[in-house]
């Protein structure tokens, strides 16, 4: 059982930027694309991006050109940098693989935009 375990959200004005780090348990992070969630109260957690066991990403076009996905298989870990937010980006976010299935989630990270 793959354990994840969010960090890097908080609170920050519109336009303001944030990195979101995961860090994955397991020794089998690199066989899977991986994948950064985010949820709102409400509403269903949406898939924001994704990058490929070779590196490839995609993303929300709600996010396009100001989310960039990373990941280091070497430390276990997916990263998000977040530029140009908005307040509409305010949610818990979580990584997990893509597509998660039946996968267990971590606690996530909140992250707040506003003035």
């Known amino acids: 059982q793959v354990q994840l375990v969010e960090s890097g959200g908080g609170l920050v004005q519109p336009g303001g930027s944030l990195t979101l780090s995961c860090a994955a348990s397991?020794?089998?992070?690199?066989?899977?694309?991986w994948g950064w969630y985010r949820q709102v109260p409400g509403k269903q957690r949406e898939l924001v991006a994704v990058i490929s066991r070779d590196g490839g990403t995609n993303y929300a076009d709600s996010v396009k050109g100001r989310f960039t996905i990373s990941r280091d298989n070497s430390e276990n870990t997916v990263f998000l940098r977040m530029n140009s937010l908005k307040s509409e980006d305010t949610a818990v976010y979580y990584c997990n693989a893509a597509p998660a299935g039946s996968r267990s989630w971590g606690q996530g990270t909140q992250v707040t935009v506003s003035s």
């Open positions: 397991g020794n089998i992070f690199g066989i899977y694309a």
